[in-house]
């Protein structure tokens, strides 16, 4: 399915006033997780008793497609650990709703892997955070190399082709950017790559694990040679001040062209910004997903012209347009200041300015109290924003 847009103008501006439909929903079916990644966006672990049933859920997917919504992501926690996860992915691409799912490939067997291979609307998302096992397992667990890498050679040889290959980049991992994309070639993926943001438990580790400005500089020139064989939707946007924009969306679409629903059915502006801040509404309420989406008061106000603030004066801030909401959020930044890694330095002047000052933290954490602050990321679009929209001449 399609969603249009008049001529006339830029299709940037018609995704800063929000569109009918977001063009990209994040899902978040659990919070159980058999991982404790130290970097989980979502702080998952345990199961939250209040999950929309198996019939909530559907009733959401029926709401997406009359709402024509090209596809949602699902995450979690690990979303193949919900007994129904399958029921639902068969009820959603049965209903014309896409589906893309992230995984730390510990349920990717043989005949669920020949299964996946054979759905022309079904995507995977195989999440691996280091090119080698020390550094992968560091971040995700003893094992979840093995596991990830198995998954992946499971989907390879049920000719499965194009599946993702998803990576957070952290400062660990930005010298195997060359080792990422062998892998993927290995396995026939497309590798797609994400920004860490403090948010969950990233917030407890994003001091030691973002990227160093030297880093942001070979992430971004390592970006520019390889175009668009490497996905990163909107996360590195903020990287565009170098000089050259990226592929994918420079603007944060919060609220505008994406958003989240989480395993109870909170609707957050961001995946990225789970905090009661960014609380639009529930589907569970009278209206559904629909109401909240087309008339909550969050999502209005995000709609409205943005001034820039301070950042509006910079000449690349048509760019980088200030960066990401929930890294300024998490970081205790203004919303309408620089992003904490703002390339020239502005973000990490007010941060030291900041001090010792604490910032935002999510209101729930669903970590499980044997594991040290741990868990998995959130999983955002994986392919350009622009997919699928029509213009009427």
């Known amino acids: 399915m399609s969603q249009t847009v008049t001529r006339g103008k830029r299709l940037v501006d018609h995704f800063e006033i929000g569109l009918d439909a977001p063009i990209c929903l994040t899902w978040e079916l659990t919070y159980a997780c058999n991982l404790a990644c130290v970097h989980c966006l979502s702080s998952s672990g345990r199961r939250d008793p209040r999950e929309l049933s198996t019939a909530e859920c559907m009733t959401v997917i029926d709401e997406l497609q009359r709402m024509q919504v090209f596809y949602v992501n699902i995450g979690g926690g690990e979303p193949t650990v919900r007994r129904d996860f399958w029921d639902l992915l068969d009820y959603a691409t049965g209903h014309d709703v896409g589906v893309k799912f992230s995984t730390n490939g510990s349920r990717i067997t043989a005949e669920v892997a020949r299964r996946l291979a054979g759905s022309d609307y079904v995507d995977v998302q195989v999440s691996l ?30 000719g499965m082709r194009n599946f993702k290959l998803s990576v957070v980049v952290t400062r660990n991992n930005v010298p195997q950017l060359d080792l990422f994309a062998a892998i993927a ?36 020139d390592w970006l520019r040679e390889r175009g668009e064989r490497v996905l990163t939707g909107d996360s590195f946007f903020h990287l565009a001040a170098y000089g050259d924009p990226l592929p994918g969306l420079n603007l944060c679409g919060a609220g505008r062209v994406v958003c989240l629903i989480d395993p109870v059915g909170d609707v957050y502006a961001c995946p990225f910004a789970i905090h009661d801040a960014f609380l639009a509404g529930n589907v569970r309420t009278a209206g559904g997903f629909t109401e ?19 950042c509006s004066s910079c000449a690349h801030f048509d760019s980088c347009r200030g960066g990401c909401m929930a890294a300024k959020f998490f970081t205790g930044l203004a919303l309408d200041g620089p992003d904490p890694e703002c390339v020239l330095g502005h973000g990490e002047s007010l941060l030291a300015l900041r001090g010792s000052e604490p910032a935002p933290r999510p209101a729930a954490d669903h970590s499980r109290a044997a594991v040290n602050h741990a868990r998995r990321p959130a999983p955002a679009c994986d392919e350009s924003p622009l997919a699928g929209l029509e213009v009427i001449r």
């Open 129 to 158: 955070d280091g090119a080698t096992a020390p550094v992968n397992d560091a971040i995700r667990g003893a094992g979840s190399y093995a596991t990830a890498i198995r998954a992946m050679e499971r989907l390879a040889e049920a």
């Open 292 to 310: 909240v989406w087309r008339h909550s008061e969050l999502f209005t106000r995000l709609r409205r012209p943005q001034t820039g603030g301070a």
């Open 185 to 220: 070639d290995r396995y026939g993926a497309q590798l797609r790559l994400t920004r860490l943001r403090p948010s969950g438990r990233g917030a407890d580790v994003w001091d030691a694990l973002h990227p160093t400005a030297a880093q942001q500089r070979q992430l971004y």
